[in-house]
C-alpha cells in the first residue's frame, strides 16, 4: 500500500457519526514484518496511539456514560452487561457507545485505527461495526472473566468473516488485570462450536475446545500499555481472567468491518436491527460510519 495522500490524512465522515479530522499517524501503521505476523498469529499490537491526556479524558468519559450522562441525548444499546449492585465484580459491557458521547466517539473512529485494520486486511476501506466500552472490576472473582470464543461465532450476521477487533487499552493492560489472551494461529482454523463469550468457566471452555481442534491451547496475553492498540482477528480465539489488580481495567473495543461486508439472513446481531437488509446486501450507510478509505 503506497503512501499517498490520502492515506496520510484522516477524513471527516458526514453525517450523524462524524469521525475526528485527524492526520492517520504513520509511525503506527504495521509494516511488512508486521502483517506477516498478524497473518500468521492472527493478532497484533500497536505502537502508543493515544496520549496520556486523551486517555484521562476516555475513562472520564467512560464514568459519565455509566452515570447516564449522554451528551448527545442517544443512549447506548440497550443490552450489553449493566453494572449489577448484586453483582459488584462482574465485567461491564455497553454496546455503540460512540453514540452517546463525542469523547468516546472521537476515539472509535479514529483514522488510524482504521488505516492500520486496512493494512492488516489488505482492502481500501473498513467501517465500524460496533463499539464495546468495556470495565473488568478489580476482585479476582470469575464473574470478570470473559469465555474463550471467537468474535465471528456472534457476527455470522454477516456473510465474510473479514472483520477485526481493535481493543483501546485505555490503561495497562496486564495479566493481574485481567488481559485478552489470545491462541496464535487459531484464526485459521475456521469457526469453532466451541466458543462462548459467556461461559466464565474458562477451564471447561479450554477443554471443549481441545476436543474440537484436537489440539492443546497455547494462549498468548495481549499485554499493553496505556495508549495502545492490540488487534485481533474474528476468528482468533480469545478470552481474558479475572482481575486481581487492585484497579479496574478499562479498555474500548472497536469492532471493524474490513472491506463490505454483506447480510447473511441467516445470522442475527444488534445491528440486523438498525436497518432492514436482504440476504446479500451489504452493511453500509451512516450507521455504520466510514474510519478509513483510500
Not at 27 to 49: A, R
Not at 198 to 218: C, H, W
Not at 223 to 231: D, I, L
Not at 249 to 271: E, P
Request: proline share 5%; glycine share 8%.
Amino acid at each position: 500500500m503506497s503512501n499517498t495522500t490520502a492515506e496520510r490524512v484522516g477524513c471527516t465522515i458526514k453525517g450523524p457519526y462524524a469521525g475526528p479530522n485527524v492526520a492517520i499517524k504513520e509511525e503506527c501503521l504495521p509494516i511488512d514484518k508486521d502483517l506477516k505476523f498478524y497473518q500468521e498469529n492472527g493478532y497484533w499490537l500497536s505502537p502508543k496511539l493515544f496520549t496520556d491526556e486523551e486517555l484521562v479524558a476516555l475513562a472520564e468519559h467512560q464514568d459519565r456514560v455509566y452515570a447516564g450522562i449522554h451528551e448527545t441525548g442517544h443512549a447506548p444499546w440497550h443490552g450489553g452487561w449493566r453494572h449489577n449492585p448484586k453483582r459488584p465484580l462482574e465485567i461491564r459491557k455497553t454496546d455503540n457507545s460512540f453514540w452517546s458521547d463525542l469523547t468516546l466517539r472521537a476515539a472509535v473512529l479514529n483514522p488510524t485505527i482504521g488505516a492500520i485494520a486496512a493494512r492488516l486486511h489488505a482492502v481500501d476501506i473498513v467501517r465500524l461495526w460496533h463499539d464495546q466500552l468495556l470495565y473488568k472490576p478489580s476482585g479476582g472473582e470469575k464473574t470478570g472473566n470473559v469465555g474463550w470464543h471467537q468474535d465471528y461465532g456472534y457476527w455470522r450476521a454477516s456473510k465474510e468473516p473479514n472483520l477485526t477487533t481493535a481493543t483501546i487499552a485505555v490503561n495497562d493492560q496486564t495479566i493481574e488485570n485481567g488481559v485478552i489472551s489470545v491462541v496464535p494461529g487459531s484464526h485459521t482454523r475456521g469457526v469453532l462450536n466451541a466458543s462462548d463469550f459467556f461461559n466464565q468457566n474458562l477451564d471447561e471452555m479450554q477443554t471443549r475446545i481441545e476436543a474440537e481442534t484436537g489440539a492443546k491451547m497455547k494462549t498468548v496475553p495481549m499485554s499493553m500499555k496505556a495508549g495502545q492498540v492490540g488487534f485481533h482477528h474474528c476468528l482468533a480465539v480469545h478470552g481474558s481472567a479475572a482481575n486481581t489488580s487492585g484497579a479496574a481495567r478499562r479498555s474500548i473495543a472497536v469492532h471493524l468491518m474490513c472491506g463490505t461486508i454483506h447480510r447473511n439472513i441467516d445470522g442475527r446481531h444488534m445491528n440486523t436491527d438498525l436497518m432492514e437488509l436482504k440476504d446479500g446486501d451489504p452493511f453500509i450507510g451512516e450507521d455504520f460510519p466510514v474510519l478509513y478509505k483510500r
